[in-house]
């Protein structure tokens, strides 16, 4: 089945070791998202590449890094994870149809831990 | 990007419809109505949109009141894994979907 798959599901990193999520897609859309979500709060938009364009929300800390080596794949760097950074992180997609009907399939979420 | 405002909690019983209210005063003529809910330790799941039109799917109706200021999800025949927390966004293009605080809905057996 096409879908969106995070790799880990729970990640533990100690304050100030930079990390990584990955998130990987076999729908071939265009459009991927990253989202932060802290415990009991909605998701909120990191930032989303269209196609290779990097598109930063204002309030994204520069901690807070976006690699897409290709359609398929994209990985989120916290250079130096703080407490504050502890939260859910979900990787969505979209197509160009999608994009206009507000349609994002959203993974199951990595869980990062930073102790 | 219109605010919107859903209750925190509603419990619904297991078969009846699940009617949930959302109001969006502020919107503006080009903001599209979404829903999308949120189980428990999984990722948003998209519903339905809507525009100005009722809308049905295979999930839910999305009824638009004629002036726009409010929005009802329907789930039919609620089941227990209905159970979640269900978004409403009002907004122009989909590449920011602000997720407001949302209504937990408990399906109750």
């Known amino acids: 089945d096409a879908m969106v798959i995070q790799n880990p599901r729970y990640q533990v990193t100690q304050f100030g070791k930079p990390v990584t999520l990955s998130c990987s897609q076999t729908?071939?859309?265009?459009?991927m998202y990253w989202y932060q979500q802290k415990s009991s709060q909605a998701p909120k938009l990191l930032f989303h590449?269209?196609?290779?364009?990097?598109?930063n929300e204002a309030d994204t800390p520069d901690n807070f890094q976006s690699r897409r080596p290709n359609t398929s794949f994209c990985f989120l760097d916290i250079r130096s994870p703080g407490l504050g950074d502890a939260a859910m992180y979900l990787c969505?997609?979209?197509?160009?149809?999608?994009?206009?009907?507000?349609?994002?399939?959203f993974g199951p979420g990595t869980r990062l831990t930073v102790l | 990007d219109a605010k919107t405002t859903q209750p925190p909690s509603m419990d619904c019983a297991e078969g009846r419809a699940a009617n949930l209210p959302c109001n969006h005063s502020t919107i503006s003529g080009n903001e599209y109505v979404y829903w999308y809910r949120q189980i428990h330790s999984q990722g948003p799941q998209y519903i339905i949109h809507g525009l100005k039109n009722n809308e049905t799917n295979e999930m839910a109706s999305l009824i638009i009141t004629e002036d726009r200021k409010s929005s009802t999800l329907i789930l039919p025949h609620a089941t227990l894994r209905d159970t979640a927390v269900y978004y409403c966004?009002?907004?122009?293009?989909?590449?920011?979907?602000?997720f407001g605080t949302g209504t937990r809905l408990t399906v109750i057996p």
């Open positions: 969505a997609t979209s197509s160009n149809r999608g994009v206009l009907t507000g349609e994002q399939f």
């Open positions: 729908l071939n859309h265009n459009v």
């Open positions: 590449y269209y196609d290779k364009d990097f598109n």
């Open positions: 966004i009002a907004l122009q293009g989909a590449n920011n979907l602000f």
